[in-house]
């Protein structure tokens, strides 16, 4: 039996890192003599109130079946980042955008309806040197989402014949991730999480830094470890300018896992599930993240930041490709 694979989009999508996770990161100088040893890469946040920036946020996703391209999307907005207030402590920060729902894929009365609850700003909190901390209008994105995802149900199973039970069972687990602050942090704000990765930490200009990182399970089970390389491809000490290289490959056997909760959880029926999970047992996955930063680590604003996921999979014996690219552009 033949299944058509569809993967929800806080999969591909949310499985980011977690923020905070780089203090635990070790820069080794060992094998360098002192004398010899390039200055390190600090990035600590000199931002002032009243300071804006505006940054385009672009989008695109590729989808390949065989070698047949089935899905070629891209959406881009303008983001706002605003310093609201500084101390000796801590920022306060608003970031304003509006995302395209377009990108969704839905029927145009559907995104109007949706549209009423997309959310366009959102308040945050930095320690002193940049790291991000905590979200204060949680609760206001919380109902928002809410909202949006109650309409999504009434309105889509109404349009394809779906019934809302079969409906709530797909949406349920990306309905769970907003209910509290830490769901929102990890899952919503991608952006923001690749803005606020490097701060807080010195970046040796030779080493190749390795190591393994846990990424938040979307269902809220086990997370998904992934192994982790992060280097300084060059800089410029003149103009406190440097380009970060990171690349990540999550583990195929945690991924099979995540499928496995996923298919269960959506299965109309055992003998459905049987059947995908035996389709899964001779499945093959390779997740992959090459993310590049290109930073002013002086005042602390990216020039540009390019991430992107590949997927390589084969799966009911097909082969699939996968793409996602999100860029976050400086506007000069």
Not at 188 to 215: C, N, R, W
């Amino acid at each position: 039996m033949k299944f058509i694979l569809i993967i929800p989009f806080f999969f591909w999508s949310g499985v980011s890192f977690i923020i905070g996770q780089t203090d635990s990161l070790i820069v080794n100088l060992g094998a360098y003599d002192s004398d010899s040893i390039p200055p390190g890469i600090p990035f600590v946040a000199y931002w002032e109130v009243g300071d804006v920036y505006d940054f385009k946020i672009t989008k695109i996703k590729k989808r390949w079946n065989e070698d047949e391209l089935i899905r070629n999307d891209s959406s881009s907005y303008i983001a706002r980042f605003t310093v609201l207030d500084s101390t000796e402590t801590n920022y306060r920060i608003k970031w304003t955008y509006k995302t395209p729902l377009t990108e969704l894929q839905l029927p145009v009365q559907i995104i109007k309806k949706v549209n009423e609850f997309n959310i366009t700003e959102i308040i945050y909190k930095t320690n002193e040197v940049g790291e991000f901390i905590t979200i204060e209008n949680w609760e206001e994105v919380s109902k928002a989402m809410k909202s949006m995802f109650s309409v999504l149900i009434e309105e889509i199973s109404a349009e394809e014949d779906v019934s809302r039970s079969d409906m709530l069972k797909v949406i349920r687990p990306m309905m769970n991730l907003y209910e509290s602050k830490e769901g929102i942090e990890s899952h919503l704000l991608k952006e923001l999480q690749y803005f606020h990765f490097p701060f807080g930490v010195e970046f040796s200009a030779v080493d190749t830094i390795f190591y393994e990182e846990d990424m938040p399970n979307a269902l809220g089970g086990d997370p998904i470890r992934s192994d982790v390389l992060l280097f300084v491809d060059s800089v410029d000490y003149e103009n406190s300018f440097c380009i970060l290289e990171q690349g990540r490959t999550l583990n195929s056997e945690d991924t099979k896992r995540f499928l496995k909760d996923f298919f269960i959880r959506v299965a109309k029926s055992d003998e459905q599930n049987e059947d995908m999970q035996t389709a899964l047992k001779e499945s093959k996955f390779d997740i992959q993240d090459i993310n590049t930063y290109q930073y002013y680590y002086y005042p602390g604003i990216p020039l540009k930041i390019s991430c992107l996921r590949k997927t390589i999979m084969k799966f009911s014996g097909e082969n699939k490709i996968n793409i996602e690219l999100t860029k976050i552009e400086l506007q000069i």
